[in-house]
Protein backbone atom coordinates (compact mmCIF):
# COMPACT_ATOMS: atom_id res chain seq x y z
CA UNK A 1 0.00 0.00 0.00
CA UNK A 2 2.88 2.51 1.34
CA UNK A 3 4.40 1.44 -2.09
CA UNK A 4 1.55 2.72 -3.98
CA UNK A 5 0.80 5.32 -2.52
CA UNK A 6 4.62 6.53 -3.02
CA UNK A 7 4.51 6.09 -6.57
CA UNK A 8 1.19 8.02 -6.89
CA UNK A 9 2.76 11.21 -4.83
CA UNK A 10 5.38 11.60 -7.15
CA UNK A 11 3.55 11.12 -10.32
CA UNK A 12 1.58 14.00 -8.49
CA UNK A 13 4.50 16.00 -7.68
CA UNK A 14 5.84 15.70 -11.07
CA UNK A 15 2.79 16.25 -13.31
CA UNK A 16 2.76 19.89 -14.35
CA UNK A 17 -0.28 22.32 -13.28
CA UNK A 18 0.76 24.58 -15.31
CA UNK A 19 2.26 24.59 -19.38
CA UNK A 20 2.95 27.37 -21.19
CA UNK A 21 4.11 27.05 -24.71
CA UNK A 22 5.37 29.18 -27.00
CA UNK A 23 3.23 32.25 -25.72
CA UNK A 24 3.34 35.63 -27.26
CA UNK A 25 1.41 38.73 -25.98
CA UNK A 26 1.92 41.72 -28.41
CA UNK A 27 0.16 44.56 -27.94
CA UNK A 28 -0.30 47.42 -31.25
CA UNK A 29 1.24 50.48 -30.55
CA UNK A 30 1.08 53.91 -32.50
CA UNK A 31 4.75 53.57 -33.45
CA UNK A 32 4.68 49.48 -33.94
CA UNK A 33 4.35 45.84 -32.10
CA UNK A 34 5.33 45.90 -28.74
CA UNK A 35 6.59 42.86 -28.42
CA UNK A 36 5.85 42.32 -24.21
CA UNK A 37 6.10 38.12 -24.30
CA UNK A 38 8.02 36.59 -26.87
CA UNK A 39 7.92 32.80 -27.11
CA UNK A 40 8.14 32.08 -23.37
CA UNK A 41 7.27 28.64 -22.71
CA UNK A 42 7.66 26.96 -18.71
CA UNK A 43 5.53 24.54 -16.95
CA UNK A 44 5.25 24.34 -13.47
CA UNK A 45 4.36 21.48 -10.96
CA UNK A 46 1.54 20.79 -8.30
CA UNK A 47 2.69 22.53 -5.21
CA UNK A 48 6.13 23.83 -6.48
CA UNK A 49 6.94 27.94 -6.28
CA UNK A 50 7.69 29.23 -9.35
CA UNK A 51 9.82 32.61 -9.17
CA UNK A 52 9.56 34.88 -12.13
CA UNK A 53 12.25 37.82 -11.99
CA UNK A 54 13.40 40.18 -14.10
CA UNK A 55 13.77 43.84 -14.74
CA UNK A 56 10.81 46.38 -14.79
CA UNK A 57 8.98 46.09 -18.32
CA UNK A 58 10.44 42.90 -19.05
CA UNK A 59 7.29 41.73 -19.20
CA UNK A 60 6.26 40.02 -15.95
CA UNK A 61 3.20 41.23 -15.51
CA UNK A 62 1.91 40.53 -18.96
CA UNK A 63 3.05 37.36 -18.76
CA UNK A 64 0.72 37.03 -15.38
CA UNK A 65 -2.48 38.46 -17.11
CA UNK A 66 -2.10 36.08 -20.10
CA UNK A 67 -1.96 32.81 -18.29
CA UNK A 68 -4.89 34.14 -16.06
CA UNK A 69 -6.66 35.29 -19.23
CA UNK A 70 -6.66 38.80 -18.44
CA UNK A 71 -5.16 38.96 -21.57
CA UNK A 72 -5.47 37.12 -24.79
CA UNK A 73 -2.81 35.37 -26.49
CA UNK A 74 -1.13 36.60 -29.55
CA UNK A 75 0.10 33.21 -30.35
CA UNK A 76 0.92 29.49 -28.55
CA UNK A 77 -1.01 28.13 -25.42
CA UNK A 78 -1.80 28.21 -21.70
CA UNK A 79 -2.50 24.59 -20.50
CA UNK A 80 -4.12 24.33 -17.22
CA UNK A 81 -4.74 20.78 -15.91
CA UNK A 82 -4.19 20.02 -19.51
CA UNK A 83 -6.35 22.48 -20.97
CA UNK A 84 -6.36 25.48 -23.04
CA UNK A 85 -7.08 28.29 -20.74
CA UNK A 86 -7.84 30.46 -23.99
CA UNK A 87 -10.68 27.96 -25.17
CA UNK A 88 -12.21 27.48 -21.91
CA UNK A 89 -16.46 28.12 -21.96
CA UNK A 90 -19.22 27.66 -19.86
CA UNK A 91 -18.45 25.55 -16.72
CA UNK A 92 -14.68 24.85 -17.55
CA UNK A 93 -14.29 28.32 -17.31
CA UNK A 94 -16.33 28.73 -14.19
CA UNK A 95 -13.45 26.32 -12.61
CA UNK A 96 -10.44 27.91 -14.36
CA UNK A 97 -11.28 31.38 -12.60
CA UNK A 98 -11.82 29.50 -9.42
CA UNK A 99 -8.87 27.63 -9.34
CA UNK A 100 -6.24 30.52 -10.55
CA UNK A 101 -6.57 34.22 -8.24
CA UNK A 102 -4.10 36.76 -8.32
CA UNK A 103 -2.70 38.79 -5.30
CA UNK A 104 -1.46 42.66 -7.12
CA UNK A 105 1.09 44.47 -6.79
CA UNK A 106 -0.17 47.64 -4.65
CA UNK A 107 -2.08 46.60 -2.36
CA UNK A 108 -3.49 49.95 -2.09
CA UNK A 109 -5.07 50.34 -5.77
CA UNK A 110 -6.30 46.48 -5.69
CA UNK A 111 -8.78 47.59 -3.00
CA UNK A 112 -12.00 48.95 -3.74
CA UNK A 113 -12.13 51.99 -1.01
CA UNK A 114 -15.78 52.12 -1.19
CA UNK A 115 -16.39 48.22 -0.17
CA UNK A 116 -15.67 46.75 3.68
CA UNK A 117 -13.36 44.68 4.32
CA UNK A 118 -15.56 41.88 4.47
CA UNK A 119 -17.39 42.44 1.13
CA UNK A 120 -14.01 42.60 -0.09
CA UNK A 121 -12.84 39.24 1.11
CA UNK A 122 -16.21 37.81 0.12
CA UNK A 123 -16.49 39.29 -3.69
CA UNK A 124 -15.42 35.53 -4.81
CA UNK A 125 -17.32 33.68 -2.29
CA UNK A 126 -20.56 35.67 -3.57
CA UNK A 127 -19.62 35.83 -7.44
CA UNK A 128 -19.85 31.85 -7.39
CA UNK A 129 -22.54 31.85 -4.61
CA UNK A 130 -20.66 29.79 -2.53
CA UNK A 131 -21.82 30.93 0.74
CA UNK A 132 -24.82 33.30 2.22
CA UNK A 133 -25.76 35.07 5.65
CA UNK A 134 -24.01 33.51 8.56
CA UNK A 135 -22.05 30.63 6.86
CA UNK A 136 -20.67 33.67 4.72
CA UNK A 137 -19.94 35.93 7.75
CA UNK A 138 -17.78 32.72 9.14
CA UNK A 139 -16.22 32.06 5.95
CA UNK A 140 -14.83 35.69 5.94
CA UNK A 141 -13.94 35.17 9.87
CA UNK A 142 -11.94 32.55 8.94
CA UNK A 143 -10.47 33.90 6.13
CA UNK A 144 -9.26 36.94 8.42
CA UNK A 145 -8.15 34.83 10.99
CA UNK A 146 -6.08 32.87 8.52
CA UNK A 147 -3.87 35.56 7.59
CA UNK A 148 -3.31 37.26 10.71
CA UNK A 149 -6.40 39.37 10.65
CA UNK A 150 -9.05 40.09 13.20
CA UNK A 151 -13.01 39.10 13.02
CA UNK A 152 -13.88 42.98 13.50
CA UNK A 153 -11.85 44.14 10.95
CA UNK A 154 -14.42 42.95 8.16
CA UNK A 155 -16.82 45.99 9.07
CA UNK A 156 -13.25 48.92 7.96
CA UNK A 157 -12.68 49.78 5.09
CA UNK A 158 -8.88 49.70 2.83
CA UNK A 159 -7.95 53.19 4.32
CA UNK A 160 -7.85 52.03 8.31
CA UNK A 161 -5.23 49.61 7.18
CA UNK A 162 -1.30 49.75 6.57
CA UNK A 163 0.09 48.27 3.79
CA UNK A 164 0.90 45.24 5.03
CA UNK A 165 -2.40 44.52 6.25
CA UNK A 166 -4.11 45.38 3.15
CA UNK A 167 -1.68 43.52 1.17
CA UNK A 168 -3.10 40.53 3.66
CA UNK A 169 -6.81 41.23 2.75
CA UNK A 170 -5.56 40.75 -0.92
CA UNK A 171 -4.55 37.43 -0.02
CA UNK A 172 -7.70 36.56 1.78
CA UNK A 173 -9.50 37.64 -1.08
CA UNK A 174 -7.45 35.42 -3.53
CA UNK A 175 -7.77 32.62 -1.01
CA UNK A 176 -11.73 32.78 -0.44
CA UNK A 177 -12.77 30.08 -3.02
CA UNK A 178 -9.53 27.99 -2.82
CA UNK A 179 -7.40 28.35 -5.43
CA UNK A 180 -5.43 25.83 -7.22
CA UNK A 181 -2.97 28.18 -8.07
CA UNK A 182 -1.77 31.62 -7.36
CA UNK A 183 0.10 34.14 -9.38
CA UNK A 184 1.53 36.97 -6.60
CA UNK A 185 2.42 39.91 -9.12
CA UNK A 186 4.92 41.22 -6.78
CA UNK A 187 2.80 41.15 -3.83
CA UNK A 188 5.60 42.70 -1.47
CA UNK A 189 7.29 45.41 -3.31
CA UNK A 190 5.27 47.98 -2.29
CA UNK A 191 5.89 47.23 1.49
CA UNK A 192 8.51 47.82 3.97
CA UNK A 193 11.58 44.99 4.68
CA UNK A 194 10.16 44.22 8.13
CA UNK A 195 6.41 43.53 6.95
CA UNK A 196 8.10 41.77 3.29
CA UNK A 197 9.33 38.76 5.39
CA UNK A 198 5.67 38.65 7.43
CA UNK A 199 3.93 38.43 3.81
CA UNK A 200 5.97 36.03 2.66
CA UNK A 201 6.27 33.58 5.66
CA UNK A 202 2.18 33.92 5.31
CA UNK A 203 2.48 32.89 1.78
CA UNK A 204 4.93 30.03 2.39
CA UNK A 205 3.09 29.10 5.49
CA UNK A 206 -0.74 29.06 3.09
CA UNK A 207 1.28 26.66 0.51
CA UNK A 208 2.36 23.76 3.12
CA UNK A 209 -1.55 24.10 4.45
CA UNK A 210 -3.21 24.34 1.05
CA UNK A 211 -1.08 22.46 -1.20
CA UNK A 212 -0.87 25.31 -3.18
CA UNK A 213 1.09 26.24 -6.31
CA UNK A 214 2.49 30.18 -6.87
CA UNK A 215 3.50 31.89 -10.11
CA UNK A 216 5.51 34.34 -7.90
CA UNK A 217 6.54 37.41 -9.76
CA UNK A 218 9.47 40.12 -8.27
CA UNK A 219 12.11 42.72 -9.59
CA UNK A 220 14.70 41.15 -7.08
CA UNK A 221 16.53 37.58 -6.97
CA UNK A 222 16.87 38.18 -3.36
CA UNK A 223 13.36 37.74 -2.86
CA UNK A 224 12.54 34.81 -5.10
CA UNK A 225 15.23 33.08 -3.53
CA UNK A 226 13.36 32.22 -0.49
CA UNK A 227 10.29 31.44 -1.72
CA UNK A 228 11.06 29.73 -4.96
CA UNK A 229 11.74 25.95 -5.86
CA UNK A 230 12.51 26.99 -9.30
CA UNK A 231 13.58 30.41 -10.94
CA UNK A 232 12.58 32.08 -14.17
CA UNK A 233 15.02 35.17 -15.57
CA UNK A 234 13.22 36.93 -18.02
CA UNK A 235 15.12 39.95 -20.13
CA UNK A 236 12.88 42.23 -22.47
CA UNK A 237 10.07 39.56 -23.01
CA UNK A 238 11.93 36.23 -23.09
CA UNK A 239 12.71 33.73 -20.51
CA UNK A 240 16.96 33.76 -20.68
CA UNK A 241 17.55 31.53 -17.99
CA UNK A 242 15.05 28.30 -15.88
CA UNK A 243 17.33 26.44 -12.73
CA UNK A 244 16.11 25.66 -9.35
CA UNK A 245 16.58 28.31 -7.31
CA UNK A 246 20.04 26.88 -5.33
CA UNK A 247 21.59 25.79 -8.33
CA UNK A 248 20.73 29.32 -9.85
CA UNK A 249 22.75 30.99 -7.23
CA UNK A 250 25.31 28.33 -6.83
CA UNK A 251 26.23 28.12 -10.71
CA UNK A 252 24.24 30.90 -13.03
CA UNK A 253 24.92 30.16 -17.01
CA UNK A 254 23.17 33.57 -18.31
CA UNK A 255 25.43 36.77 -18.52
CA UNK A 256 22.49 38.30 -17.52
CA UNK A 257 21.40 35.96 -14.19
CA UNK A 258 25.09 36.45 -13.12
CA UNK A 259 25.12 40.64 -13.43
CA UNK A 260 21.99 40.34 -11.66
CA UNK A 261 23.76 37.81 -8.94
CA UNK A 262 26.02 40.33 -8.44
CA UNK A 263 24.30 43.43 -7.48
CA UNK A 264 22.79 41.23 -4.35
CA UNK A 265 25.17 42.71 -1.54
CA UNK A 266 26.59 39.53 0.85
CA UNK A 267 26.34 40.33 4.24
CA UNK A 268 30.17 38.70 4.88
CA UNK A 269 31.62 42.02 4.54
CA UNK A 270 35.04 39.96 3.72
CA UNK A 271 33.55 38.43 1.01
CA UNK A 272 31.98 40.97 -0.54
CA UNK A 273 34.98 43.18 -0.63
CA UNK A 274 36.53 40.78 -2.97
CA UNK A 275 33.49 40.62 -5.31
CA UNK A 276 33.28 41.77 -8.59
CA UNK A 277 30.14 43.75 -9.01
CA UNK A 278 29.19 43.33 -13.13
CA UNK A 279 27.57 46.85 -13.96
CA UNK A 280 25.67 46.71 -17.37
CA UNK A 281 25.90 49.33 -19.74
CA UNK A 282 23.18 50.85 -21.97
CA UNK A 283 19.72 50.70 -21.19
CA UNK A 284 17.01 47.84 -21.77
CA UNK A 285 16.46 48.38 -25.25
CA UNK A 286 12.63 48.84 -26.09
CA UNK A 287 10.35 46.07 -26.65
CA UNK A 288 9.44 47.86 -29.81
CA UNK A 289 10.70 46.27 -32.59
CA UNK A 290 13.02 44.88 -30.67
CA UNK A 291 16.54 44.47 -32.22
CA UNK A 292 16.88 40.88 -33.96
CA UNK A 293 19.52 38.16 -32.55
CA UNK A 294 19.96 37.72 -28.82
CA UNK A 295 17.89 40.50 -26.64
CA UNK A 296 20.58 41.01 -24.13
CA UNK A 297 23.54 41.31 -27.28
CA UNK A 298 23.65 45.15 -26.71
CA UNK A 299 24.72 44.51 -23.08
CA UNK A 300 26.78 41.35 -22.70
CA UNK A 301 29.75 41.51 -21.46
CA UNK A 302 30.39 38.57 -23.02
CA UNK A 303 28.94 38.99 -26.93
CA UNK A 304 30.22 37.05 -29.67
CA UNK A 305 29.36 38.27 -33.22
CA UNK A 306 26.82 35.95 -33.67
CA UNK A 307 24.60 36.81 -30.95
CA UNK A 308 23.90 39.82 -32.70
CA UNK A 309 22.23 37.75 -35.64
CA UNK A 310 20.73 34.23 -34.56
CA UNK A 311 18.48 34.12 -31.64
CA UNK A 312 19.37 31.80 -28.76
CA UNK A 313 16.78 28.65 -27.59
CA UNK A 314 16.01 28.53 -24.55
CA UNK A 315 17.39 24.78 -24.31
CA UNK A 316 18.35 22.00 -21.30
CA UNK A 317 22.19 22.41 -20.64
CA UNK A 318 21.69 20.03 -17.36
CA UNK A 319 19.18 18.30 -15.75
CA UNK A 320 16.15 20.92 -14.60
CA UNK A 321 18.39 23.92 -15.70
CA UNK A 322 17.67 25.98 -18.86
CA UNK A 323 19.14 28.73 -20.86
CA UNK A 324 19.23 30.87 -23.69
CA UNK A 325 22.76 31.75 -25.01
CA UNK A 326 25.05 30.90 -27.75
CA UNK A 327 27.86 30.07 -25.13
CA UNK A 328 26.82 26.83 -24.02
CA UNK A 329 25.24 25.66 -27.56
CA UNK A 330 27.73 22.78 -27.51
N1 LIG B 1 -1.97 47.15 -22.12
C1 LIG B 1 -0.78 47.44 -22.65
N2 LIG B 1 -0.69 48.10 -23.83
C2 LIG B 1 0.50 48.39 -24.39
N3 LIG B 1 1.68 48.08 -23.83
C3 LIG B 1 1.67 47.43 -22.66
C4 LIG B 1 0.45 47.07 -22.00
N4 LIG B 1 0.74 46.43 -20.85
C5 LIG B 1 2.07 46.38 -20.78
N5 LIG B 1 2.65 46.97 -21.86
C6 LIG B 1 4.09 47.08 -22.15
O1 LIG B 1 4.61 45.76 -22.13
C7 LIG B 1 5.91 45.73 -21.56
C8 LIG B 1 5.91 44.77 -20.39
O2 LIG B 1 5.14 45.33 -19.33
P1 LIG B 1 4.86 44.56 -17.99
O3 LIG B 1 3.95 45.39 -17.18
O4 LIG B 1 4.45 43.19 -18.31
O5 LIG B 1 6.31 44.55 -17.34
P2 LIG B 1 6.77 44.08 -15.89
O6 LIG B 1 7.92 43.16 -16.11
O7 LIG B 1 5.61 43.57 -15.14
O8 LIG B 1 7.31 45.43 -15.24
P3 LIG B 1 7.25 45.91 -13.70
O9 LIG B 1 8.35 45.18 -13.00
O10 LIG B 1 7.55 47.37 -13.80
O11 LIG B 1 5.90 45.63 -13.15
C9 LIG B 1 6.22 47.17 -21.17
O12 LIG B 1 7.00 47.73 -22.21
C10 LIG B 1 4.87 47.83 -21.09
O13 LIG B 1 4.97 49.19 -21.39
MG1 LIG C 1 4.64 44.20 -13.36
Known amino acids: ?56 GCGKSTLGRTILRLYGATKGQVLFKGENVHQLKGDKLKKFNRAMQMVFQDPYASLNPRMTVGDIIAEGIDIHGLYSGAERRERVSELLHTVGLLEEHASRFPHEFSGGQRQRIGIARALAIEPEFIIAD ?64 RQPLHPYTEALLSAIPIPDPEVERQRERIILEGDVPSPINP ?40
Open 1 to 56: MTGTMGVSDSMAASDPILEVRNLQKYFQVTNGVLKAVDDVSLSIRRGETFGLVGES
Open 186 to 249: EPVSALDVSVQAQVINLFKRLQQEKWLTYLFIAHDLAMVKYISDRIGVMYLGALVEVARSNELY
Open 291 to 330: PSGCRFYARCPKAMPECQTETPALIQVEEEHEVACHLYKY
